[in-house]
């Protein structure tokens, strides 16, 4: 029995250094060590062996399946690297060809689309695009601003601030905040450009919210306007226009008295529900679910620039009249990107725009 495992062990050896690949070698470790092998089935029947022969039979068989399972794992480790190569120089992929399928082409996020959307509504108008800082100082985020010194939003609960230094020596108006809205660049927009002024402002803001409504970060987009003889009936004729672009000719706006530090006197700006056609109901006598039955829906905030906030803006010129108001006059507005986009699109909640969910965003093609 001896003579057989070494006959056994020499040709399978054989036939493992003649093997030319990994699929050859499987079938070899079947036939020489599967469960159906002479081998094992001889491993197997040592037991049955006089008791003077088991040890020998079975150190032999033992060794030569030790043997032949090293040779046949050095031999698939070798073939392995050859047929990797192999597979390399004929699988070569040109990663400059389209995908298979092709893949769609990217789009811009539904906040990014909306913005660009309004962008070109007051560029059409006559307006210029500016940006500026989101960690805005105390003095442009609320001081210039005629905020009064107890002014809820200065709290350190409504407004996220700035830490700059451990000695905690800084004035005030010094003190750095994630601003709170794009009005600092007011301020800023006419210390850079004398009038007339014509600008919108689009960019991130911050304040510790987080619901449905509210995110800890949003988009707004400032309007500011500043000439000689502008009045309300200006401002409302501007809205108007941008109301229209945005969501429907039929539209008609709505100016409801209300309070801005930095605007006098302020509105809020309704617009006309463009589900119901500002009637409150639909056509089936149900209330409008976009208006709540009220016919408008609340769009921005706005209102003629209160005159203490043309005191902020330093005079480089002494014979020039620079933003006296008792010569020019203008107007300032904000509104959500987010809030414009919910009304338009029927948008629930306010947090599925940060979710990244596709079933969400694909929708806005």
Not at 47 to 62: D, F, M, Q
Request: aromatic share 8%.
């Amino acid at each position: 029995m001896i003579d057989r495992i070494q006959e056994l062990q020499g040709e399978a050896q054989g036939a493992i250094t003649a093997a030319r690949s990994s699929a050859e070698l499987e079938e070899l470790r079947v036939r020489y060590l599967g469960r159906k092998a002479e081998l094992p089935q001889l491993l197997r029947g040592v037991a049955a062996l006089a008791p003077e022969e088991r040890g020998a039979v079975g150190k032999a068989a033992n060794q030569a399946r030790q043997v032949l399972e090293a040779l046949l794992q050095a031999r698939t480790d070798e073939l392995a690297v050859g047929e990797l190569e192999q597979q390399l120089l004929q699988d070569r992929i040109d990663v400059t060809l389209p995908g298979a399928p092709p893949q769609p082409i990217g789009r811009l996020h539904v906040l990014s689309a909306t913005r660009r959307e309004l962008e070109d509504i007051f560029l059409g108008l006559g307006f210029t695009v500016m940006e500026g800082p989101e960690i805005e100082t105390v003095h442009y985020n609320f001081d210039a601003l005629n905020h009064s010194p107890t002014h809820p939003a200065r709290a350190r609960t409504d407004t996220f601030y700035v830490k700059q230094d451990a000695s905690g020596k800084l004035a005030a108006r010094d003190e750095l905040v994630l601003r709170t809205h794009t009005s600092p660049m007011q301020v800023r927009a006419m210390e850079l450009h004398p009038p007339p002024l014509y600008v919108v402002i689009p960019g991130r803001v911050y304040r510790p919210d987080s619901d449905a409504t509210h995110t800890p970060q949003f988009h707004q987009i400032e309007g500011l306007a500043v000439d000689e003889d502008i009045t309300l009936a200006d401002l409302k004729g501007t809205l108007l226009e941008f109301a229209r672009a945005v969501f429907g000719g039929e539209r008609d706006v709505r100016l409801r008295p209300h309070f801005f530090p930095f605007t006098e006197p302020s509105v809020e700006v309704d617009v006309s529900c463009f589900h119901c056609n500002g009637r409150g109901f639909l056509k089936d006598g149900s209330r409008c679910y976009l208006c709540k039955g009220e016919g408008w829906l609340e769009v921005l905030g706005a209102g003629e620039v209160d005159p203490n906030v043309y005191s902020y803006v330093p005079t480089t010129d002494a014979n020039a009249p620079g933003y006296d108001p008792e010569m020019v006059q203008g107007f300032a507005w904000g509104m959500g990107v987010e809030r414009i986009a919910m009304l338009k699109h029927g948008i629930p909640d306010l947090r599925l725009y940060y979710e990244n969910d596709l079933r969400f965003l694909e929708q806005f093609r």
